[in-house]
């Protein structure tokens, strides 16, 4: 199968591995229909040596999918069901599950990963690849609702296995209060998810606080009502000015390094609860907080977000269009292409924010083909090979297997007119019956209704 895999330090390949096998009762075998590269990847893959990553393994945690096979104590899912991940898999069953302290869980493990191993086994599973195997599928996998399983909004719930995710929990830990103010620093993934996920508390203003434009306008559409770009605005002085001098009372800092941990001390009100959602502490050397914000009565609040906490509470958001996750998707590519994915995500200068990669699509997951755009704007059809009871008809009995890539299906489609029957015959409603079939089959929802 096609997978990613980790090469040496910032090398990541893309390379034919051997499919996973089910190795424990509690396993599943996902296949990928859409995953991710995260910015922690970035991390993981350019600190590798010091992290005690092996080359080889496979990267990425964050994946959605349909059930291939189970293992004979799994009972939460069942093959054909499509699922979201939680970037890191939990038993579901212990003191810290029960008490919704999932990254404590005495059997955690993150995907893509050297933490995979001590519970998950020695072969990394990585989400950035055709097939993967899921050790404690029960606590691991969410089956989604109906109404969100045709595949084409997997874009929308990808990002609540971890990106979205980490902006809630951040949100959440702000205390944001309605009519109050909130501040995000870092313009990312995980700061444009905070900054949807702050609007869903009320806030009357909403700060996010960056350094790339590009990326600081996607935050306007995602709710933001002003925007800083910090290497041309002093941020403190921005935001005291909007505050009347006093600062917010919530703040979100995505990045939780050196510089931006100062800036998120500097300007909160006191009183203010501050969440430190980002990583950037692990890697380079920050001050204890706790003298600076001891005679304001600032609170601190950090920790890995609890995924599986979440998912339940956002689902339903994302079933009733309250929020759109898919907003952080920049490109989207084949899954072949993740070295390139890579090069995108370390040159921010290109205005990616985050990666989607596909199965089967070079295009955003879910995008339809509308009449009258110019040609420049319509997007690759698939050429994913699967199969398809409509391939080669006219030879082979319906039902047979036969496989041709998307496109030239699609052509062939567009040529058959079959007969129908009664009232249909010699129209052409025969012909949309055998297109919708045909996308209902093959799940690829972007190709254009005949």
């Known amino acids: 199968m096609l997978a990613a895999y980790y090469n040496g330090r910032s090398d990541v390949r893309v390379g034919d591995l051997p499919e996973p096998k089910i190795l424990f009762p509690g396993d599943a075998i996902v296949r990928v229909t859409l995953a991710g590269i995260c910015g922690a990847d970035l991390e993981f893959t350019h600190n590798g040596p010091e992290l005690g990553l092996i080359p080889g393994m496979r990267t990425g945690h964050e994946f959605v999918g349909v059930v291939e096979a189970i293992g004979n104590e799994v009972n939460g ?5 499509r699922v979201l991940a939680s970037a ?3 038993d579901g069953q212990c003191f810290y599950c029960q008490i919704d302290q999932y990254p404590s869980c005495e059997h955690f493990g993150l995907f893509g990963s050297h933490l ?49 995710s980490t902006g809630f929990h951040g949100a959440l830990n702000a205390n944001i209060g309605t009519g109050e103010t909130v501040v995000i620093f870092g313009d990312g993934a995980v700061g444009i998810s905070a900054v949807m996920a702050a609007t869903l508390f009320g806030p009357a203003q909403i700060i996010l606080v960056g350094r790339h434009d590009s990326r600081l306008e996607l935050g ?65 050397p920050v001050d204890q907080p706790f003298s600076a914000g001891l005679f304001r009565n ?27 996750p898919s907003l952080i998707f920049t490109n989207t590519l084949p ?22 990669l596909s199965n089967g699509c070079s295009h955003r997951p879910g995008h339809r083909r509308r009449r009258g755009d110019r040609r420049g704007d319509r997007p690759p059809l698939c050429r994913r090979r699967i199969p398809c009871r409509h391939a080669g008809a006219r030879r082979r009995p319906v039902g047979s297997t036969g496989t ?20 249909d015959a010699g129209s052409g409603a025969g012909a949309a019956r055998v297109a919708r079939y045909h996308r209902a089959q093959c799940r690829i929802s972007h190709i254009r209704p005949l």
């Not at 055709?130 to 606590?139: K, Q, S």
């Not at 909007?242 to 941990?261: A, E, Y």
């Not at 600032?298 to 759109?324: C, K, M, Q, Y």
């Open 404 to 423: 041709r890539d998307c496109r030239q299906r699609f052509l062939w489609l567009r040529r058959w007119r079959p007969r129908g029957t009664g009232d």
């Open 220 to 284: 306007k559409k995602a709710g933001a009502t002003h925007v800083v770009n910090g290497k041309t605005t002093d941020p403190v002085f921005f935001i005291k000015d909007l505050t009347d001098g006093r600062g917010p009372s919530s703040l979100v800092d995505t990045i939780g390094g050196k510089s931006s941990l100062t800036q998120t001390i500097d300007v909160a009100r006191a009183g203010a609860a501050i969440s430190v959602t980002g990583f950037g502490h692990i890697f380079e």
């Open 298 to 324: 600032l609170r601190f609040h950090t920790g890995v977000v609890t995924v599986n906490a979440h998912v339940p509470r956002l689902l339903p958001l994302v079933e009733s269009g309250r929020i759109d």
């Open 88 to 90: 890191g898999f939990v």
């Open 77 to 81: 899912v069942t093959v054909g069901d």
């Open 116 to 164: 995979f191993i001590p519970h998950g086994g020695e072969d990394v599973q990585g989400g950035q690849s055709e097939l993967v195997r899921v050790p404690y599928a029960n606590g691991t996998l969410f089956k989604l609702p109906e109404s969100l399983s045709s595949g084409g909004d997997d874009a929308k719930v990808f990002p609540l296995g971890d990106n979205f």
């Open 335 to 356: 899954l072949a292409e993740t070295e390139r994915g890579y090069a995108l995500m370390r040159d921010r200068s290109s205005g990616t924010v985050k990666v989607a």
